[in-house]
């Protein structure tokens, strides 16, 4: 997940934020923007979308639309959610990032041995930072949870852990 807020960060910044207004536009320029890194069938088919919200876009990468377009395989099967980020252009040229949620995961892997199966939830997530494209990265970020549950299970183990 960090690589993808890293990398849907780092695009905002081919349009520079001071002279950005926020609106349905600007978030079709954002969109287009994205598009050349993720390609265009990645907003063709709704696998990332970007629309204004308030005073800042929000980006939304939906991972299931994603899957669907990967060819159809029996080995992994798997959920990861939907990531969505609020990105707002500030004036000095950097974007404020957050996101009030850890989208859920659940895998399911046909090995060798049978099936095993990997889950894992952050309840209360928070992640916010500030992407400063003359850095190229963040120069200020936090993540932060309430809770973190995540289980296993194999055909020789089972295990269960949680925080918080």
Do not use: H
Not at 33 to 52: C, D, M, Q
Not at 117 to 127: L, M
């Amino acid at each position: 997940m960090r690589k993808l807020l890293l990398i849907s960060c780092s695009l905002l910044t081919l349009t520079p934020a001071g002279a950005q207004t926020v609106d349905a536009n600007g978030a079709k320029e954002l969109a287009v923007t994205l598009s050349k890194y993720f390609g265009r069938t990645a907003i063709e088919k709704n696998i990332l979308r970007v629309k204004p919200e308030g005073d800042s876009y929000r980006i939304i990468l939906s991972t299931a639309k994603l899957l669907e377009t990967l060819p159809k395989q029996d080995l992994i099967k798997g959920d990861f959610g939907e990531y969505s980020l609020l990105t707002r252009p500030l004036a000095d040229g950097s974007w404020d990032v957050s996101s009030k949620s850890v989208p859920p995961v659940s895998l399911e892997i046909e090995g060798d041995a049978g099936k095993e199966t990997i889950q894992w939830s952050a309840e209360n997530g928070d992640i916010r930072g500030i992407f400063d494209p003359r850095l190229g990265t963040f120069s200020k970020a936090t993540v932060s949870y309430d809770s973190f549950r995540m289980s296993s299970s194999s055909p020789t183990q089972k295990m269960e852990a949680t925080t918080g």
